[in-house]
């Protein structure tokens, strides 16, 4: 079993920062993947970034490369999503996930991939 708890979500202006983080525990044995997806309202849970927790490779959609980085810190077992020059559109709640092995060779960008769920966090961009 594996916990995931996500914090640094909040209401920033358009244009600012946050470093979203998510921090995981109850597993000795690190992850495929850890990923990040986005949900507003009204609308379908979508990928936002991934990365394969041995090799460090990262996966974006193209929408949101050069704004959001995904990393992690293997001694915390924690992952961050930094997130710059944010837009209203990317409000959303952010939710922390775990894939604890692979799928496929594909990018795990899909939300069947993962295993484990945090609780997510709400962002809010205002204009």
């Known amino acids: ?17 946050l470093r979203l983080s998510c921090a995981a525990s109850g ?3 690190s992850p495929y993947a ?8 009204g609308k379908e849970r ?13 996966y974006y959609p193209d929408s949101l490369k050069g704004r959001f980085t995904i990393s992690g810190d293997n001694a915390k077992n924690t ?10 559109e990317d409000t959303a709640v952010y939710y922390c996930a775990a894939a ?3 799928r496929s060779v ?3 960008s899909q939300t069947y991939d993962y295993n484990y769920w945090g609780q997510g966090t709400q962002v809010t961009v205002s204009s």
């Open 1 to 17: 079993q594996v916990q995931l708890v996500e914090s640094g979500g909040g209401l920033v202006q358009a244009g600012g920062s």
């Open 27 to 29: 597993r000795t044995s």
């Open 79 to 88: 992952t961050y999503l930094q997130m710059n020059g944010l837009k209203p």
């Open 100 to 102: 604890l092995a692979a």
């Open 46 to 58: 979508d990928f936002v970034a991934a990365i394969r927790w041995t090799s460090g490779r990262t």
């Open 106 to 108: 594909r990018a795990p």
């Open 34 to 41: 850890m990923g990040w997806f986005r949900q507003a309202p």
